[in-house]
C-alpha cells in the first residue's frame, strides 16, 4: 500500500490544531481525514476515519477515478453551464465531500436550467437537496421544507417514486415536535403508497415509534416482523433484525428500571 500511495498521489500530512483555518475551509470535523484534491484544491474525495489496511487499499484506489469524472463534470459545465444532469452529478460530489453551500448552488442551477421539468432535472435537484439536508449534521430545516415541498409539487401522483419519500421525510421533521401527528403523516403513506419504498420506511418509522414513543415493545417488534415479512427486499426491511435488537435491549432496560 504504501508504494501505491507514493507513486500515485502527492501526500502531505497537515496537524489539523496547528492548521486550524485549513481544517475550517476543508470541513474536517474528526480525524484521520484523508482529503484527495485537485492541483487548485477542489476535494473530490474523502475517507473519513480510520480503516484497516486491507479496506483502506481499495478506498485509496477510487481517488484516481473520482478524480477523473470530476474532471469530465467540469469540462461539461465549462461548455454549458446550463447542463442540469452535470451539476446534480457535481452537487452530490459536493454533498459527499461535505461542501453543502457548494452543493445546494449546484442542485440549484440544475433547477434554474429546467424550470419546468421538462427533462426531469428540476425533480432531482430538488430531492439531492432535500436529500442533503436529511443527512446533514446541522441541517438547514428550512430548505429541506422547501426542496420536499418542490418534490411534492412535480411528483404529485409519484410517477417518478419520489413524491412517497417526500412524504415520509416531511413526516420525520414532526418527530421531535408532535410524534402523534408524525405517525398520522407515516400511515398516511403507508395508504396512499403502498408497496413503495416510502411505504417500506414509514411501517418502520411507525414500529420504531412504538417502542421510542409509547415503550410499547411488544406493538414495535411485532410491527417490525410483519415489515420483513411483507417488503422482505426491501432496504427497511433489511434493517429489521438490528432494530429488533434494539428494541429487545430497551425492553430489558425498561424491566430493570421497574
Given at each position: 500500500?504504501?508504494?501505491?500511495?507514493?507513486?500515485?498521489?502527492?501526500?502531505?500530512?497537515?496537524?489539523?490544531?496547528?492548521?486550524?483555518?485549513?481544517?475550517?475551509?476543508?470541513?474536517?470535523?474528526?480525524?484521520?481525514?484523508?482529503?484527495?484534491?485537485?492541483?487548485?484544491?477542489?476535494?473530490?474525495?474523502?475517507?473519513?476515519?480510520?480503516?484497516?489496511?486491507a479496506e483502506f487499499?481499495?478506498?485509496?484506489?477510487?481517488?484516481?477515478?473520482?478524480?477523473?469524472?470530476?474532471?469530465?463534470?467540469?469540462?461539461?459545465?465549462?461548455?454549458?453551464?446550463?447542463?442540469?444532469?452535470?451539476?446534480?452529478?457535481?452537487?452530490?460530489?459536493?454533498?459527499?465531500?461535505?461542501?453543502?453551500?457548494?452543493?445546494?448552488?449546484?442542485?440549484?442551477?440544475?433547477?434554474?436550467?429546467?424550470?419546468?421539468?421538462?427533462?426531469?432535472?428540476?425533480?432531482?435537484?430538488?430531492?439531492?437537496?432535500?436529500?442533503?439536508?436529511?443527512?446533514?449534521?446541522?441541517?438547514?430545516?428550512?430548505?429541506?421544507?422547501?426542496?420536499?415541498?418542490?418534490?411534492?409539487?412535480?411528483?404529485?401522483?409519484?410517477?417518478?417514486?419520489?413524491?412517497?419519500?417526500?412524504?415520509?421525510?416531511?413526516?420525520?421533521?414532526?418527530?421531535?415536535?408532535?410524534?402523534?401527528?408524525?405517525?398520522?403523516?407515516?400511515?398516511?403513506?403507508?395508504?396512499?403508497?403502498?408497496?413503495?419504498?416510502?411505504?417500506?420506511?414509514?411501517?418502520f418509522m411507525i414500529?420504531?415509534?412504538?417502542?421510542?414513543?409509547?415503550?410499547?415493545?411488544?406493538?414495535?417488534?411485532?410491527?417490525?416482523?410483519?415489515?420483513?415479512?411483507?417488503?422482505?427486499?426491501?432496504?427497511?426491511?433489511?434493517r429489521v433484525p438490528?432494530?429488533?435488537?434494539?428494541?429487545?435491549?430497551?425492553?430489558?432496560?425498561?424491566?430493570?428500571?421497574?
Amino acid at each position: 500500500m504504501a508504494a501505491y500511495v507514493k507513486e500515485t498521489f502527492v501526500n502531505l500530512h497537515v496537524d489539523k490544531d496547528a492548521k486550524e483555518d485549513l481544517a475550517a475551509k476543508l470541513h474536517v470535523g474528526g480525524i484521520p481525514d484523508t482529503l484527495f484534491l485537485t492541483g487548485d484544491g477542489k476535494v473530490v474525495y474523502r475517507i473519513v476515519g480510520y480503516l484497516p489496511p486491507a479496506e483502506f487499499l481499495p478506498e485509496l484506489k477510487k481517488a484516481p477515478e473520482r478524480l477523473k469524472r470530476w474532471q469530465e463534470l467540469a469540462a461539461a459545465v465549462e461548455k454549458d453551464a446550463k447542463d442540469g444532469a452535470a451539476q446534480i452529478e457535481i452537487g452530490r460530489f459536493q454533498a459527499e465531500n461535505l461542501f453543502l453551500g457548494e452543493a445546494e448552488k449546484a442542485f440549484r442551477s440544475a433547477v434554474e436550467a429546467d424550470k419546468d421539468n421538462a427533462k426531469g432535472w428540476a425533480l432531482e435537484a430538488w430531492w439531492a437537496l432535500a436529500e442533503m439536508h436529511a443527512a446533514a449534521e446541522e441541517p438547514d430545516v428550512a430548505v429541506e421544507k422547501e426542496a420536499l415541498g418542490k418534490v411534492q409539487e412535480l411528483d404529485p401522483k409519484n410517477a417518478k417514486g419520489r413524491k412517497d419519500n417526500a412524504d415520509v421525510k416531511l413526516a420525520e421533521l414532526l418527530e421531535n415536535s408532535d410524534p402523534k401527528a408524525a405517525r398520522e403523516a407515516y400511515e398516511k403513506v403507508v395508504a396512499d403508497w403502498p408497496g413503495t419504498d416510502g411505504a417500506a420506511e414509514a411501517l418502520f418509522m411507525i414500529a420504531a415509534s412504538f417502542a421510542n414513543v409509547d415503550g410499547n415493545f411488544d406493538e414495535a417488534e411485532a410491527r417490525m416482523k410483519k415489515l420483513a415479512e411483507a417488503m422482505p427486499e426491501s432496504e427497511w426491511a433489511k434493517r429489521v433484525p438490528f432494530a429488533l435488537e434494539q428494541i429487545e435491549k430497551m425492553r430489558k432496560m425498561n424491566r430493570k428500571k421497574k
